[in-house]
């Protein structure tokens, strides 16, 4: 009997130290940002990426008129936001060099380069325009550095199709510092369908770039989930707003899912862990996913904002566009910082909402 009981016990603690911990996204708070709030002749809003540095955040303002960021101070106590304090706006409008003229600006991402102090920046371009979507890099006062090549299939001509509004739109540092990631919001056209009501195959392409090399080296497929709400107007659709890899190869993503008739409860917000490992496939040279087996990231659960409607202002998920680490928590547990674009306000009543979370490994 001694013995059993030894075996079992020895089993429980292999078990226990092998046991692979999932990790969990905690609600703590939100905070809105009053409507029409103005700092350096520039109202806040637009508010399409968001990313953490040196103690600062930094926010890409969706204008493509005056394409531009902000540079914040959120003060976080006790689990709370208690305010956000937005310090200076930077205009990219460089002149020693064509980059800006030459590219439509339609800017959706922005990631700090922790060792250069550059600010990235991803743009998803026009593709009415036949503007390729574009990754970039400015200095601090938004002056043009550097572009990197993206691969042919995201260059829109009359053989690449992608859809507009599709392109590339979130973005995030890589936790190996030697280069970053790039995800798309909707499939190419020669990849996948749109997510419908029907459970069909609507793969994405989250592309990694080297810094030194300013190439794409490799890219996975994360397969977006399927619209489960009714129908009740002309607009249906779920994409792909942000991405945050928070372990190596490990990546929170953020999915919204946006149907008109519905007024300011037409957003579906969900968080999924997506996890790469040595089965998922680099598709980087795979010119059409429709055409190709492969292997996309595994995906898990792990967020919806339908369990805090009750938390949140009039009930309303807004439309979260941004993830990013903020400070440790007063545990010792790492913070997360959610921000929404409200389109300026011009599609009817949005909201400049900042979420907190908490990440927590059980």
């Known amino acids: 009997m001694k013995n059993i009981l030894y075996v079992l016990l020895v089993f429980f603690i292999f078990y226990s130290c092998t046991k692979k911990k999932e990790v969990e996204l905690v609600f703590l708070d939100e905070y809105v940002v009053k409507d029409s709030l103005e700092i350096n002749n520039s109202f806040i809003g637009g508010l399409s990426g968001i990313d953490y540095a040196n103690g600062f955040f930094y926010f890409v303002v969706d204008d493509s008129k005056s394409p531009r960021f902000v540079k914040a101070k959120i003060d976080i106590q006790q689990n709370k936001i208690k305010s956000v304090d937005f310090k200076n706006v930077f205009y990219l409008n460089d002149t020693t060099t064509a980059f800006y003229n030459e590219n439509f600006l339609d800017l959706e991402s922005i990631f700090i380069d922790k060792e250069t102090q550059e600010v990235n920046f991803v743009s998803e371009g026009s593709i009415l325009k036949g503007k390729s979507p574009s990754v970039f890099a400015t200095d601090s006062l938004g002056n043009f550095v550097c572009s ?3 691969p042919d299939y995201f260059i829109p001509n ?12 979130g973005s995030s540092n890589s936790i190996n510092g030697q280069g970053f990631w790039v995800a798309m919001e909707s499939p190419l056209i020669v990849d996948g369908d749109e997510p419908t009501f029907k459970k069909a195959s609507s793969p994405i392409r ?4 080297d810094k030194e090399s300013k190439k794409a080296t490799k890219q996975f497929a994360y397969q ?32 919204r899912t946006y149907q008109s008739g519905y007024g300011a409860l037409g957003n579906i917000i969900r968080i999924f862990e997506a996890t790469a490992d040595e089965t998922t496939t680099n598709v980087l040279d795979i010119e059409s996913l429709k055409e190709t087996v492969f292997t996309p990231l595994k995906k898990r659960l792990v967020f919806n904002f339908e369990d805090v409607r009750g938390e949140l202002t009039e009930g309303i998920v807004d439309n979260i566009e941004g993830i990013s680490f903020g400070p440790k928590l007063a545990n010792g547990n790492e913070s997360l910082v959610l921000v929404s674009d409200d389109n300026f306000q011009l599609y009817g009543k949005q909201l400049n909402q900042f979420i907190l979370l908490e990440i927590v490994n059980k």
């Open 158 to 169: 009359k053989i690449v199709k992608l859809k507009h509004n599709g392109a590339f739109e």
């Open 148 to 150: 990197y090549t993206i």
């Open 206 to 209: 989250i592309t990694y770039f």
């Open 224 to 255: 977006l989930e399927h619209i489960t709400k009714p129908s009740k107007g002309n607009i249906n659709l779920n994409g792909l707003t942000s991405i945050l890899e928070y372990k190596e190869n490990h990546f929170f993503i953020i999915e």
